[in-house]
């Protein structure tokens, strides 16, 4: 049972350059989103999927593009990276059941992006 | 607007109990999340209240009351595995809004 993985782990990159992190979970969830992390700030929703092809905008979503062409994945593209960029990534998912425990969000191991 | 305030650290002693406060103004609630993040992993889930009382699960509790945007985790008879981040989250029509969270740090 993988549940939710994302990659890659760590990445460094450049100022200006388009970076895409991968998010895959495999079990079926309906519901996806992507947060960022920093140190502050807590966790931060940027965008979220309610299925394939239905994404909507978080609390902070300039700067980023996502897309769901298939419920199992939704990758996060930085589109031109900034240094405010910096953060750590999360991805996560739940089922369609919004009421009680069992809309649950769970959360993959994190992305490290550093941008230079 | 949305707020969820808790503190920024604590520190405890192994084997004691400890309270983490966590107070909320959303403009919904659906229910309120405990998360446990340990440095440099993902945040995995510990509780959830969405009625009015206490929540037991073994060694952790987590109480809840709508009324007064108040919510606590507690935290009985500590050990060192237990210095993390803990994360409150307010579900608010499907999504959550995390508060900063709050690093504990438990001392022998």
């Known amino acids: 049972d993988a549940g939710i993985t994302q990659s890659p782990r760590y990445k460094i990159t450049e100022t200006g350059r388009q970076v895409t992190l991968m998010c895959h979970q495999t079990?079926?969830?309906?519901?996806m989103f992507w947060y960022r992390q920093d140190r502050g700030h807590g966790l931060r929703l940027i965008y979220y999927s309610a299925a394939a092809d239905i994404t909507d905008k978080g609390e902070v979503p300039d700067g980023y593009v996502v897309s769901r062409s298939k419920t199992e994945n939704f990758p996060l593209t930085l589109e031109s990276a900034t240094r405010s960029q910096t953060s750590v990534y999360f991805c996560?998912?739940?089922?369609?059941?919004?009421?009680?425990?069992?809309?649950?969000?769970?959360f993959g191991p994190g992305t490290r992006l550093t941008v230079l | 607007g949305q707020n969820i305030d808790q503190p920024t650290e604590m520190t405890a002693t192994e084997g004691a109990i400890v309270q983490i406060n966590c107070t909320y103004q959303t403009s919904g609630f659906n229910g309120l999340f405990w998360y446990q993040q340990h440095a440099g992993e993902a945040p995995t889930f510990l509780s959830y209240n969405v009625l009015d009382g206490l929540e037991e699960k073994g060694r952790f509790s987590s109480f809840l009351s709508r009324s007064k945007g108040y919510s606590y985790l507690l935290l009985k008879e500590l050990q060192m595995k237990d210095s993390a981040s803990y994360l409150c989250?307010?579900?608010?029509?499907?999504?959550?809004?995390f508060g900063q969270g709050t690093e504990l740090s438990v001392k022998p």
């Open positions: 996560a998912s739940r089922r369609i059941l919004a009421g009680g425990p069992e809309g649950t969000q769970y």
């Open positions: 079990w079926s969830h309906s519901y």
């Open positions: 989250a307010v579900r608010d029509a499907g999504k959550l809004i």
